[in-house]
């Protein structure tokens, strides 16, 4: 019997540890959006969207919409105090400019490197890209949240990623069904794994070699 | 007959989009869209148009957006960052597939940085290079403070059809939340802006000090019709 893994919203629990207090956080399409519902209580991270919007507050639930305020996943968010909005322009300029501290993004693959591809699956032909690649360059810190492997279970670490890049040695940190992973300057480093998941069986499912990190532990929520 | 800036429809807004005109549509997703003025474009009928728009989403049943346009078959290019979610089968994929439609994807941040440049009458501007869209290949690179940047030009428009929230009878414009997105840089990047609004106020009607668009960049105002 296949062993179990953790669930998107889990991924998305161990993902929020990553969000220091006061810091601001750019959420990508997917897993990361799931992050937000997470936060501890009294978390003071401000969320910014490339719709045009700083310090928004948890999704609106239905009913309770307003049709004008949109992150940048089309989901619409509730009112809290203290937001502001500006033109996409301005919101990019943000990212380039180095205000936003960290972005949570999903991955097709991430390499060795911290290269990551998340636009363009090739036999598509057209990819999307939304923010993601000025958000690869200019945030401060990349974070991937995506499953350990694809639908036909093969790694999504890999030693080069096979689809078009968003951007190159851009993620620092990997956070899978399966395991956290450091991209180090020596390749990657295996800093946790999923509950009943040993190191051999997420080397098994990935690409590169993984270090063992030396405190190497069990993945804590 | 247009009274100043204000036009009695948005179908008299946009009669005189010519075929082969290029146009930006604003909106990230519906906020800031302008529904009545792609409506209008729709019942116009020009054809060969340059779309320019943040996504090409498959419409809800009630909404008007450039696909529309797209699946109406009167764009022959469209310049955008979003083509419709992965899963989704959209029309412009099927068009592109054909050979009928140009499709040139951008990331989202140096779309808008393009329009600035227009905007602003700069040459293009460097930014910092993003990898693997179609401008990395074609674009002069330059090392700026030891980071590759690459000049994108600015991207002009013949119309740009924006959505706002209130206009004055001078053309100046003011947004509500997230509506604002692409709107004022198109707005600023285009020869003629038509801006649907949902209530136009006289000059002295908005608080200066709360304009974002200025009338300058404004042409045409209509009234937003009810849905």
Known sequence: ?221 | MAQGKIYPSAASAVADVPDGAVVMLGGFGTPGLPQGLIKGLLSQGARGLTCISNTCFEPRADEYNVARLVENGQVSKLITTFIGRPAQEVPALDLWRAGVLQVEVMPQGILAERMRAAAAGLGGVFVPNVYGHPLDAGLEKRTLNGVEHVLAPPLRADFALIGAHRGDHLGNLTYRLTQRNYNPAMAAAAAVTVAEVREVVAAGGIDPERVVTPGVYVDRLVLEEPS
């Open chain 1, 1 to 221: 019997m296949a062993k179990e893994r953790m669930s998107r919203d889990v991924i998305a629990m161990r993902v929020a540890k990553e969000l220091p207090d006061g810091a601001v956080v750019n959420l990508g399409i997917g897993i990361p959006t799931l992050v937000s519902n997470y936060l501890p209580a009294g978390s003071s991270v401000v969320y910014h969207s490339e719709s045009g919007v700083l310090n928004y507050g948890p999704l609106a639930e239905e009913g309770e919409r307003d049709y004008d305020l949109i992150n940048a996943g089309g989901q619409f968010l509730q009112w809290v105090p203290g937001m502001s909005f500006f033109g996409s322009d301005e919101a990019f300029a943000m990212i380039r400019g180095g205000h936003v501290d960290v972005t949570v993004l999903g991955a097709l693959q991430v390499s060795e490197r911290g290269d990551l591809a998340n636009w363009m699956l090739p036999h598509r032909g057209v990819g999307n890209i939304g923010g993601a690649m000025d958000l690869a360059v200019g945030a401060k810190r990349v974070v991937v949240a995506m499953e350990h492997t694809d639908r036909n279970d093969r790694p999504k670490l890999v030693r080069d990623c096979a689809f078009p890049l968003t951007g190159r040695r851009c993620v620092s940190l990997v956070v899978t069904d399966l395991a956290v992973i450091e991209v180090a300057p020596g390749g990657l480093v295996l800093r946790e794994t999923a509950p009943d998941w040993t190191a051999q069986e997420v080397q098994a499912l990935t690409g590169p070699p993984l270090a063992l990190a030396p405190d190497l532990k069990e993945m804590e929520l």
